[in-house]
């Protein structure tokens, strides 16, 4: 940042003159003070009433709570005197939604570059933090002051149009995230080794190792100039304290990482060379993806060069896009990433089994659960070429291409609430212009809060609700085995197909699904397959997630005619033991409705709900992708 000297976070910042602090309820009657003065709204289509000064404020407020984002008002440094507002806001403009530069100085500060330095700073946010590429701003033709000042910030003048039924010229600046691939750097590595060096120092406490990912750690690869380093940190309950230390070498505030996962990402730029940092936690399965991936490319020269030739070509063939660039990487990314996972025969570490975790409140445990339950849908379409795993700002999408919504599905919503209708649209006609159903699941920290209520007013329907709970392992006692049931672990094509087999909506597909899992499976996946049998016959299933310091069990299902004989309670007493033996503390589950009353006798805690939605048309009786409780309540 340029015009920014110190960040703190979205809500308040610095400039060399200036102090910006988000807008607050308190600050009316500032407001009121700009708005009924005559200079300035001379250049704003006119004086405000008291009452329309109130509904702006309400209006920015709302705007902050739906977008993280929005107006400031901005103060002298030195003295602390409050020169006026600006800030960024979505806005209807010629039938499009656009975001918008705003900003409104009072007079007596006016010819001082102030609004320059605002904007500029303002941009800085936009484009660097909330990581937008396309910015307007307008005003009244004849407002060449303004003028100037956008042409300063480097807006470009596009058309005349009419806004609040006035005639407004329409300014528009972007930063486009081009591709830019410059051969191997031999220096990449000692850049590595210095901000490695510095970051050691300053994080030590909190840091278990630093790897350096990405191209630039695989010699002789052409590569974007930026150094990608992942830190491994023992858990992420210090994160807030992480972010003020980075910020002191310069790193932006820390934003959610695009593979959630309980991760987090930030950068900083230096010269030529930008520094990436993924902040993981010890156990996420990311990291051994991340170094297999490189470790693999080191060792293999041919598939090395494959991967470099397809960057250079996607390179230029997408130059000035650097998402389709990204998508265009994917499915090669995915077949070296499934070659590393076979060929990689060591195991990176162990989980993270979460010894402080038994203290941890509802909403940190709620928290945990969600990212377990992410892993869980999420972790074995990285590595297979049958599966198309769509992860972007905002959303992650799971399309298997199979005729069963248990395989193929939405989940991790975060977006603003403007953008909701973009979203739904686009993620509704990619399943239906495949003829493909599919499920929408809702976690309660999915974004916007409404959301449920905006995909019913789409026409979809709650096929699904389910109670998420967890269970404290150092207060449970194990129940005694059931002699005639024999419980294995699923690891190979017969096993998982007999796992898949249990409880099917379409046996084909499940099938199908379940031998492309058993292509991948290593003992160091996070999930665990159980299969009980009776008579050497397939009774019961279940699915044990070691993630985010506690176990996720799902799929929990029992064959239709051997229901009410104790085969689900039994495999869950099995998985349970499972869990504490491998030390770890907390577990967590989503129940149906109907056997709540069941966990709750065995100790569980409930703690939020999840929901799932279908298009009416996608409705299909007994989706199994959260089957956790069927047959339970025996």
Same mark, same amino acid.
């Given at each position: 940042?340029?015009?920014?000297?110190?960040?703190?976070?979205?809500?308040?910042?610095?400039?060399?003159?200036?102090?910006?602090?988000?807008?607050?309820?308190?600050?009316?009657?500032?407001?009121?003070?700009?708005?009924?003065?005559?200079?300035?709204?001379?250049?704003?289509?006119?004086?405000?009433?008291?009452?329309?000064?109130?509904?702006?404020?309400?209006?920015?407020?709302?705007?902050?709570?739906?977008?993280?984002?929005?107006?400031?008002?901005?103060?002298?440094?030195?003295?602390?005197?409050?020169?006026?507002?600006?800030?960024?806001?979505?806005?209807?403009?010629?039938?499009?939604?656009?975001?918008?530069?705003?900003?409104?100085?009072?007079?007596?500060?006016?010819?001082?570059?102030?609004?320059?330095?605002?904007?500029?700073?303002?941009?800085?946010?936009?484009?660097?933090?909330?990581?937008?590429?396309?910015?307007?701003?307008?005003?009244?033709?004849?407002?060449?002051?303004?003028?100037?000042?956008?042409?300063?910030?480097?807006?470009?003048?596009?058309?005349?149009?009419?806004?609040?039924?006035?005639?407004?010229?329409?300014?528009?600046?972007?930063?486009?995230?081009?591709?830019?691939?410059?051969?191997?750097?031999?220096?990449?590595?000692?850049?590595?080794?210095?901000?490695?060096?510095?970051?050691?120092?300053?994080?030590?406490?909190?840091?278990?190792?630093?790897?350096?990912?990405?191209?630039?750690?695989?010699?002789?690869?052409?590569?974007?100039?930026?150094?990608?380093?992942?830190?491994?940190?023992?858990?992420?309950?210090?994160?807030?304290?992480?972010?003020?230390?980075?910020?002191?070498?310069?790193?932006?505030?820390?934003?959610?990482?695009?593979?959630?996962?309980?991760?987090?990402?930030?950068?900083?730029?230096?010269?030529?060379?930008?520094?990436?940092?993924?902040?993981?936690?010890?156990?996420?399965?990311?990291?051994?993806?991340?170094?297999?991936?490189?470790?693999?490319?080191?060792?293999?020269?041919?598939?090395?060069?494959?991967?470099?030739?397809?960057?250079?070509?996607?390179?230029?063939?997408?130059?000035?896009?650097?998402?389709?660039?990204?998508?265009?990487?994917?499915?090669?990314?995915?077949?070296?990433?499934?070659?590393?996972?076979?060929?990689?025969?060591?195991?990176?570490?162990?989980?993270?089994?979460?010894?402080?975790?038994?203290?941890?409140?509802?909403?940190?445990?709620?928290?945990?659960?969600?990212?377990?339950?992410?892993?869980?849908?999420?972790?074995?379409?990285?590595? &297979?070429?049958?599966? @198309?795993?769509?992860? =972007?700002?905002?959303?992650?999408?799971?399309? /298997?291409? $199979?005729? +069963? !919504?248990?395989?193929?599905?939405?989940?991790?919503?975060?977006?603003?609430?403007?953008?909701?209708?973009?979203?739904?649209?686009?993620?509704?006609?990619?399943?239906?212009?495949?003829?493909?159903?599919?499920?929408?699941?809702?976690?309660?920290?999915?974004?916007?809060?409404?959301?449920?209520?905006?995909?019913?007013?789409?026409?979809?329907?709650?096929?699904?609700?389910?109670?998420?709970?967890?269970?404290?392992?150092?207060?449970?006692?194990?129940?005694?085995?059931?002699?005639?049931?024999?419980?294995?672990?699923?690891?190979?094509?017969?096993?998982?197909?007999?796992?898949?087999?249990? &409880?099917?909506?379409? @046996?084909?597909?499940? =099938?199908?699904?379940?031998?492309?899992?058993? /292509?991948? $499976?290593? +003992? !160091?996946?996070?999930?665990?397959?159980?299969?009980?049998?009776?008579?050497?016959?397939?009774?019961?299933?279940?699915?044990?997630?070691?993630?985010?310091?506690?176990?996720?069990?799902?799929?929990?299902?029992?064959?239709?005619?051997?229901?009410?004989?104790?085969?689900?309670?039994?495999?869950?007493?099995?998985?349970?033991?499972?869990?504490?033996?491998?030390?770890?503390?907390?577990?967590?589950?989503?129940?149906?409705?109907?056997?709540?009353?069941?966990?709750?006798?065995?100790?569980?805690?409930?703690?939020?709900?999840?929901?799932?939605?279908?298009?009416?048309?996608?409705?299909?009786?007994?989706?199994?992708?959260?089957?956790?409780?069927?047959?339970?309540?025996?």
């Amino acid at each position: 940042m340029k015009t920014i000297t110190q960040f703190t976070s979205i809500h308040t910042f610095t400039t060399r003159r200036l102090l910006a602090k988000k807008i607050e309820a308190a600050d009316l009657s500032k407001l009121i003070r700009l708005d009924t003065d005559p200079q300035v709204m001379a250049t704003l289509g006119g004086l405000r009433s008291e009452k329309e000064t109130r509904e702006y404020l309400t209006a920015d407020l709302q705007h902050w709570e739906d977008n993280n984002f929005g107006v400031w008002l901005f103060y002298l440094n030195d003295t602390g005197e409050w020169l006026g507002r600006a800030g960024l806001r979505w806005v209807n403009v010629n039938g499009k939604q656009e975001i918008e530069l705003l900003y409104a100085v009072l007079p007596d500060f006016w010819g001082k570059g102030f609004a320059t330095e605002i904007a500029n700073a303002c941009l800085e946010i936009a484009f660097d933090v909330l990581r937008l590429t396309n910015i307007v701003c307008f005003t009244l033709p004849n407002n060449h002051a303004s003028r100037h000042v956008m042409e300063n910030a480097g807006f470009q003048y596009e058309c005349d149009f009419v806004y609040s039924n006035l005639p407004h010229v329409l300014y528009r600046t972007q930063k486009l995230r081009t591709v830019k691939i410059v051969d191997f750097n031999s220096q990449w590595t000692n850049f590595f080794t210095q901000e490695a060096a510095k970051i050691q120092n300053s994080l030590d406490d909190y840091l278990h190792h630093i790897y350096h990912i990405g191209s630039t750690a695989i010699p002789d690869m052409p590569a974007k100039p930026v150094i990608d380093i992942m830190l491994e940190c023992e858990n992420l309950d210090a994160i807030d304290l992480i972010a003020e230390k980075l910020a002191k070498l310069n790193y932006l505030p820390l934003r959610r990482h695009i593979i959630p996962f309980h991760s987090f990402f930030t950068s900083r730029e230096e010269d030529d060379i930008a520094y990436h940092l993924h902040i993981l936690e010890r156990g996420n399965p990311q990291i051994k993806r991340h170094v297999d991936f490189r470790d693999y490319l080191i060792i293999h020269p041919m598939d090395a060069q494959e991967y470099a030739e397809t960057k250079i070509k996607l390179a230029q063939q997408f130059k000035n896009d650097i998402n389709l660039y990204v998508l265009g990487k994917d499915k090669l990314v995915q077949a070296i990433d499934a070659k590393a996972k076979a060929w990689q025969s060591k195991k990176y570490s162990q989980g993270n089994t979460g010894p402080l975790a038994k203290q941890w409140s509802k909403s940190k445990i709620l928290k945990a659960m969600i990212a377990n339950m992410n892993v869980q849908m999420t972790h074995f379409s990285q590595y &297979l070429n049958q599966i @198309e795993l769509i992860r =972007k700002p905002g959303i992650t999408i799971v399309n /298997s291409g $199979l005729p +069963d !919504d248990t395989f193929n599905y939405v989940l991790d919503a975060d977006f603003s609430g403007t953008d909701a209708n973009r979203f739904i649209t686009e993620i509704t006609e990619y399943f239906q212009h495949q003829k493909l159903p599919f499920s929408w699941w809702i976690s309660p920290d999915d974004h916007p809060t409404n959301l449920a209520n905006l995909l019913e007013e789409r026409g979809y329907v709650n096929a699904e609700n389910n109670i998420g709970m967890y269970l404290n392992l150092d207060t449970w006692e194990p129940e005694p085995d059931l002699k005639n049931l024999k419980i294995i672990s699923a690891k190979n094509k017969t096993t998982l197909n007999d796992f898949a087999l249990v &409880l099917t909506n379409d @046996e084909a597909s499940f =099938k199908k699904y379940f031998s492309w899992i058993a /292509s991948v $499976l290593a +003992d !160091d996946d996070p999930l665990e397959f159980y299969v009980g049998y009776v008579d050497d016959q397939p009774v019961v299933r279940g699915v044990s997630c070691y993630f985010g310091q506690v176990v996720g069990i799902s799929w929990l299902s029992t064959t239709p005619k051997e229901r009410k004989k104790g085969y689900a309670s039994a495999i869950l007493n099995y998985q349970l033991q499972q869990a504490k033996e491998r030390g770890y503390h907390i577990v967590v589950l989503q129940a149906a409705s109907e056997a709540q009353s069941f966990y709750v006798n065995i100790g569980y805690e409930t703690c939020g709900i999840f929901r799932e939605f279908k298009l009416n048309q996608n409705l299909i009786p007994g989706s199994a992708i959260q089957a956790t409780t069927e047959g339970v309540s025996e």
